[in-house]
């Protein structure tokens, strides 16, 4: 797969680093666990979007575009990351953000990444919980062109087969790590949701030929419908960059246990999560996305899925920014509007 003739602009600081999490892996008593510290791309605290972003801008640069729009959820990584990279780039950003769970309290709707929004410069604005989210964003589009702009839109998370391009990217990255330090991975595992990051991994995973199994937790759709996402997304991105037809069916594994209540909304075992990996490892991980997918690993290892004797990467795709729209969540008290 040859990644170079696609236009890219970069903003992440890569690689990743690849490390141990020897305490976690003791008191687990399982596999040896690894973190591929994809929180630490750089851009505005750093996650899995500005990997995306990389060749999604470069795209936007090459159509002539003067602002980038996307949306997302109120407390969207995505949507800080785009537009960090957008003030970078000295672009427009507009962020259309969609009240998906029903939290009304000051720090959800202000802290954490909406706060970090407005300091990048970019212009927000809010609408209800609404299916069709991509749809509501092409409306958003048509005013701006109707005022003579050149929008560029990026789907939600990012996911489309050029942003996917950055989790190929990520793929080869690992396993150049994992080869160097002579390390034999058993399993991948991170946390899914519009499903780019998955099937730009599984992409690059197949395309290689690695052999190496990964493993979604899923933050939101059931089972069926992130696998029948990952699998659509996961094809289209292979067909991009030379690998047609590398991606099977049965190499997209999701697991859907783990949501909750709902996208967006912790479960007692996802801060407990956050709270593990903060006090063994110094990590802070988020409660939306990586908070589960960790409660969701920690459950498997105890349940036997993964074992001692194994290599396990988990792939920390950020989101601790979040972490300020849900003090509540943690049993200190959240200020009301
Ligand atoms: C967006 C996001 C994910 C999920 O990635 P997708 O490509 O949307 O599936 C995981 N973790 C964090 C912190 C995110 O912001």
């Known amino acids: 797969m040859n990644l170079g003739r696609f236009p890219r602009i970069r903003f992440a600081h890569l690689p990743t680093p690849l490390e141990h999490l020897p305490n976690l892996s003791r008191a687990l008593e399982g596999p040896e666990i690894f973190m591929k510290r994809?929180?630490?791309?750089?851009?505005s605290s750093g996650g899995n979007k500005t990997r995306k972003l990389e060749f999604l801008l470069a795209?936007?640069?090459a159509q002539g575009a003067d602002i980038v729009l996307t949306q997302g959820a109120t407390q969207s990584n995505h949507a800080r990351q785009t537009a960090a990279c957008a003030a970078k780039?000295?672009?427009?950003?507009?962020?259309?953000?969609?009240?998906?769970?029903?939290?009304?309290?000051?720090d959800y709707r202000q802290s954490g990444n909406v706060l970090l929004d407005h300091l990048h410069g970019a212009t927000i604005e809010h609408c209800a919980a609404n299916p069709d989210m991509n749809g509501e964003l092409v409306k958003v589009a048509a005013r701006f062109k109707a005022d003579g702009r050149k929008p560029y839109l990026i789907p939600g998370g990012g996911s489309n087969p050029t942003g996917a391009l950055g989790y190929v990217n990520a793929a080869m990255?690992?396993?150049?790590?994992?080869?160097d330090m002579g390390l034999k991975v058993d399993h991948v595992v991170h946390a899914t949701g519009s499903a780019g990051t998955q099937a730009g991994l599984i992409a690059g995973l197949a395309g290689m030929r690695s052999g190496v199994p990964l493993l979604g937790v899923g933050v939101r759709a059931p089972r069926d419908r992130q696998e029948e996402n990952v699998f659509k997304l996961a094809c289209a991105t292979a067909e991009m960059c030379g690998a047609a037809g590398a991606v099977r069916r049965e190499d997209v594994v999701a697991n859907s246990d783990y949501v909750g209540a709902g996208y967006g909304l912790s479960t007692p075992d996802s801060l407990a999560a956050i709270r593990t990996l903060a006090r063994l490892e110094g990590i802070l991980l988020d409660p939306v996305y990586t908070g589960k997918g960790m409660a969701g690993f920690i459950d498997l290892v105890r349940k036997g899925m993964f074992k001692k004797g194994q290599n396990i990467v988990f792939i920390h795709t950020g989101g601790s920014a979040g972490l300020f729209g849900y003090v509540g969540d943690f049993g200190f008290a959240s200020r009301h509007a």
């Open 38 to 43: 994809d929180d630490c791309t750089g851009m």
């Open 59 to 61: 795209e936007a640069r």
């Open 89 to 106: 780039m000295r672009i427009d950003c507009h962020i259309l953000l969609e009240d998906r769970t029903g939290k009304t309290d000051h």
């Open 173 to 179: 990255e690992l396993m150049g790590q994992a080869n």
